[in-house]
């Protein structure tokens, strides 16, 4: 396995990986997950999916398994600012607005979306390597760029996952019960270098 990182400037390199990341989304948050989220019988694909965007997807035996997108908190396209701002503005009435609480600004700060890592890796093992390949590919993107911390809602049980890594991942809210999948997600934060501090976690 191995991670490949790309933007809107140049994803035309990369032959299809774009597109089977976007058909990888729509495979495991529609068909696996049941989220109602814009799709067609291929791909998801949704606002956040713009200029502004930039992907780190990772590729085993020629085959897109994991990947995920992210921005600068700074990222504005039309009515759309990033995901977490726009849940705490009511634009994504199936997240609880309360979730989050914060209002970065900043290229210091980006934010990571649609997190996702195929179920055809079988092992745990594979699993965990494709998410810390993700997660490779982050930072190798983000941090030439002025990226200092990373912020997302989540699963709730990832930091122990990303501290294993190295990151000083932390829960930054209360979870809360997704109601298309049944899992429980809250909002994440990590700084882009690895390190641990002593800092409170949400309760």
């Not at 398994?65 to 600068?72: E, F, H, S």
């Not at 195929?118 to 990226?147: H, Y």
Request: charged letters at 25%; one cysteine or more; aromatic letters at 12%.
């Amino acid at each position: 396995m191995h991670f490949v990182t790309f933007n809107f400037k140049n994803f035309h390199k990369f032959g299809s990986t774009f597109y089977d990341y976007l058909a990888l989304r729509k495979k495991y948050f529609v068909d696996e997950l049941n989220w109602d989220i814009v799709h067609d019988d291929h791909v998801g694909m949704d606002q956040y999916d713009n200029p502004l965007a930039h992907y780190s997807v990772v590729i085993k035996d020629g085959k897109i398994v994991g990947g995920t997108r992210t921005a600068p908190t700074s990222a504005k396209w039309g009515d759309a600012t990033y995901m977490l701002k726009d849940v705490a503005l009511g634009k994504l009435p199936k997240i609880p607005s309360q979730i989050y609480t914060d209002d970065f600004d900043t290229d210091q700060v980006w934010e990571c979306t649609r997190l996702v890592v195929s179920n055809e890796l079988k092992s745990m093992r594979e699993k965990l390597a494709c998410l810390s390949l993700i997660f490779d590919g982050v930072i190798k993107e983000t941090q030439p760029l002025g990226a200092r911390h990373l912020i997302g809602l989540s699963q709730h049980t990832f930091p122990r996952i990303f501290r294993s890594f190295g990151y000083d991942c932390r829960r930054v809210s209360e979870p809360y019960t997704c109601p298309e999948d049944g899992r429980k997600y809250a909002v994440l934060m990590m700084p882009t270098a690895k390190g641990f501090v002593e800092t409170k976690e949400a309760a």
